[in-house]
């Protein structure tokens, strides 16, 4: 991939997409840079129910559909912030990438627990 200067992102090509992947369902959301919603799209949104939403190719749908929406705004470049522990994380990338936008930061969100949860208290005999 190319390493894209940056005199070519202007402030109205430059869209934001945060996808958040759970073990349910794939939503993504595409914002501009102060945060603002332009527009949304998920794996039920699609078109598939049920517990298929969960699956990739489901997530690959739900890209290309957001990509489309990008391409009508205007949108061609993109920063992608990923969130959740879902299957539909990469391949909605690639969904996103067959509608022709250039990806130029792909950052992970996912938090991570330290310390766990809290253990049980201790048997009293």
Known sequence: MKVLKKRLFKKKNLGIIHINSTLN?????LTDSRGNTL?????GCVGIKNS???????????????????????????????K???????????????????IYKISELTSIPYNGCRSPKKRRV
């Open 25 to 29: 369902n794939t939503l993504l959301t």
């Open 52 to 82: 298929r939403k969960s699956s990739s190719y489901s997530a690959q749908l739900a890209g290309e559909d957001l990509g489309k929406k990008c391409v009508k705004k205007n949108i061609q470049f993109v920063e992608i912030r990923l």
């Open 84 to 102: 959740g522990i879902g299957y539909g994380k990469e391949t909605s990338i690639e969904g996103l990438k067959l509608c022709g936008l250039v």
């Open 39 to 43: 527009g949304w799209s998920s794996s």
